[in-house]
Every structure is written in C-alpha cells, then in structure tokens.
C-alpha cells in the first residue's frame, strides 16, 4: 500500500478514535448532570422516591410463597434454589416476579453494551441474555429477586434503585450492591463486572450492624432503611456526595480505563475511611481493619495520608490499541457470539 494511503489511513482512524472519544466524554458528562438533577429533586426527601410505609405498604401486599412452573426458565432454577436457601422470608420478590418470569436468549442486546437485561414492570418479568454464563444470569437473577413495582406511587424499585418517570435514584449503589452479591452467591467470589462499584459498595457495607442488614434493605427494596442507617454516621451533604459518587463511577463504567473513575474510586474511598474513623474513634481495631481494605486501593492510601497525588494516564497508543481490540471484538462476538464473560457490565431495565 502507498505511503500516502498508509497515512490517509492512519488519519481516519485517529479522527474516529478522537470522535467518539469526545462523543464518550460529553454523553457521560451529560448523564452525570442529569443524575445530580435528580438526586437534587428529592433532597426534601432524604433522597428518595417511595418512603418506607409506602415501600412496605405494597411489599406486603406481594404474596409470600408464589409457586413457580419452571418450564421455559430451567436456567434459573439452580440460582434461584440458591436463593432460597440463602434469603430465608426475603425470598417473596424473587418468587413473586420468578412466577411471571420469560428467559430469553437475545445476543442483540449486545448492541447496547450489555451481555444481560432484567426489565421488570407491573406484570412484567423478563431476562434477557447473550451466554449463560453464571456472571451474567446470576446479576439478571438478582435485579429480579430484588424488583418491586408500586402502582399506588407509580415508582420502579430496583433494589436500592428507585425511578419514577425520567428519575432515577440511587443506580451505583444498586449495581455495586448487586455485583457483590453475584460474585458471593453464584461466582466463588469473583467479581466480573462494576469492579470499582463494588469496591465502594465493600466498604459502605461495613457501617451496616451485619452484612444481613444491607442484604434484608436490598431485597425488600427498602432504600429509605439503607440511608437511614448510614446517616447515623455521615451529614446529609457526604451523603449526598456518596450516592452521586457512585452514581459517577456507574457513568465512568462504560468509558473503558477512564482516568477518572481511577481518581474517584480513590477519592471515595477515602471519604468513606474519614467517615468510619471519625465514628469509631474509640475503636482502633476497627478503625485500622477498615483502613486495610482501603488501602488494597493504592491511590486511595496515599489520599489517606493527604499526599498530593496524580493518576497516570496510560500511553495514548495502548489506549488506542484497545479502543480496536474492544470494537472488533464487539463485532466479533455480535456476529459469532461469545464464549467468555464480556468485560462490559450486565446491567438492569
Ligand atoms: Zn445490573
């Protein structure tokens, strides 16, 4: 091939490479200011939609023990089995929306960026997958063992999640919470998605008295509880600064190796080490277990010790290299489909 092609070429690839770096970079920005935009709306409400007698209200209305017909979703009946064991009487939303559930194999969905899809609604119940690996169909199974509509309020609870028409609240924290729980439950562990979510989500759990605590708030959709418990410990202002936070690194998920979201990650998690010291003062032991997880984050231990730091950016030609390698391996799976976890993350509606 010609220099001159070579390099015509080369030209293309790097004005592509610029416009969709910058279409990544005001789409995210955007979504961003839009979160804050709701997070503000309901800051008269502690941050939430539905308040807890109404949450409660309709979650006892929701029949205890559904029975299930498996036909058509064996594949979730062993996570589900699972669940059961797990959940003790925190099982009726994941029986109750199971009873109505469709599975369905749709490798178009990968198009949108994700490998699974939960949508639930009033008398809607349905997953959506791309393979059946367990890092995908145990995150679908969770959005659905944890969702609950209300009519009455006319609000969507995903979890901690709440959306009433264009609101949404508190989506980090669902989406880390639920990751944790996958990788606990149905993966030995391993976390596959939201790596930085559920980084944070580790450490939040450890304000609650057990990790049971935050499990019950979770699948009874009970946001207002979850919130409740952490403002024994924070103002309402680092509350606010926490659910918008992870709300970001949520956004941040989906621009591969963001720099940002390195530096947030950091800074959040030191917020969260300046929260827990400040309360358990008199408790070093705990104080110092606390700081040993948040120092399995490196930037974040040198914000701990308040020195000036700078996140590396990596080398724009590596940068580069991988924006291709993820596009053609998108179209590769697309077209192919897909033996290995994707690396984006499963995500709810
Ligand atoms: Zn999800």
Known sequence: MPVKNISSLLGTLICTYGALTLYNYIRTKKKMKTRLEHINKYENQGYVIANSSQISNRYNSIPLNKPIDYRGKELVRPYMEQLEKALGNDIRLAKNNCAILQVKHSPEILKTGASGLYFGGENTSIIKYVNTNSSIIGHE??????????PTTKTSMHGFMQQKD?????????????????????????????KRLVRIVRLLEEFFPTPQTLSHYYFTCDLPACLQNLRQYCTNEELKEILYGLDKL???????????????EAKLAAKL????????????DKVEAFKQKVCENKLAAVAIDNKKH???RTNPFKRIKTF????????????VGNSQPTPQPAYSR
């Not at 944790?180 to 998605?193: E, I, M, Q």
């Open 141 to 150: 199974v969770l959005h659905m063992a944890s969702f609950m509509y209300d």
């Open 166 to 194: 264009k609101a949404i609240i508190a989506t980090g924290l669902n989406e880390g919470y639920t990751e944790l729980l996958n990788a606990r439950l149905f993966n030995n562990g391993t976390v596959h998605s939201y």
């Open 310 to 312: 700078t996140v590396q």
């Open 273 to 284: 080490y300046n929260i827990y010291a400040r309360n358990f003062a008199s408790q070093p």
């Open 324 to 335: 291709f390698q993820n596009g053609f391996r998108k179209i590769k799976n697309f077209f």
């Open 250 to 264: 949520y956004e941040y998920s989906y621009v591969p190796k963001s720099p940002a979201a390195i530096s947030l």
